[in-house]
């Protein structure tokens, strides 16, 4: 008798498994699936890339932000528990795969931070917030936001720092161009704009509301079909241990930690603990292969890892979602 039991929960989970991927996640690999055989089919450069990307880049995320932070609960953008926790688990996984890449895998100390910033820099613009708004609607825009800023400071600041050492200019230079570089960033530019008109509750125009709406509407579509794009112009150069272990600490290690000291620490709305788990289960950045090739370190290695994980986490973003579905936000 007990074995029907244990087949029939096997099953009902399979199928909750598989309404996740089909429902929620498919839609998301489908805009990138799309994207990527536009560029093999029609010869993708980077030079036609160019004006989406500064589209998705200058308008169109950052509309999104700006339209929903202008309707969400400001005070709660200070929660620095949360911004603690995120940031220094990130960090974490950066530093660990600096240490084993260094110390054990005998890399370069800039080739590694390129390369540890793959294992730790997940695309929290064009796959987070989309993912995180389609997913758990409205109110997981703030604990995203939160998230996407200080990631970005994170790895927007370290990186140059240790990837840079050799270019003219000293640490304190390098810094400051780094911090001047975040700070002109249109994502946070729209999420401050949009900050100061929900805490002070300003009056918008009709027009800049309903511009910024459909801009923002825009964001999911062209920012996957970009990455998608830009994936096709990636090298696989084959499945190798520095590989692998990349992609594991980004994708299963990475998120599990969130999920053990997030979920530990019980302090966190389930949403916003929902938001931390699966923004962790992210594939790399773009950003990342954009240093690589801005500092000539690892490039190639960079762009595999970013392709390799992006395929991966087909499968994982689903498993993970399902976990949190279950377990954390009880709605399956």
Known sequence: MWQSYIY?????????????????????????????????????????????????IYLAVPALLFSLLIKSPIEEMANFGYIATTTLITFAIFAASMIYLVFVLKKRLGDSSLLAASASYGNVGYMGIPLMVALLGEDAIIPATLILI????????LVPLIAGRNDTGSSFERFVHSLMQILKNPFLIASVLGVIIALFDLPLPSLISNLSDQLGASAIPTALFSLGVSLSLSKFTGVSFDRVFLVTMKLFIHPALVAVIVLSLGIFDPIWSATAIIMATLPTALNVFMMAKQYDRSAEMVSSVTLFGTIVSVGSISFVIYLVDIFLLKMG
């Open 150 to 157: 200080f990631d970005s400071m994170l790895h927007f600041i």
């Open 8 to 56: 029939i929960y096997i099953i009902s989970m399979n199928q909750a498994f598989m309404n996740i991927l089909i429902e929620i996640v498919s839609p998301f690999f489908c805009f990138i699936l799309i994207g990527y055989i536009f560029g093999r089919l029609f010869d993708g450069t980077d030079a036609g890339l160019y004006w989406l990307n500064k589209f998705i």
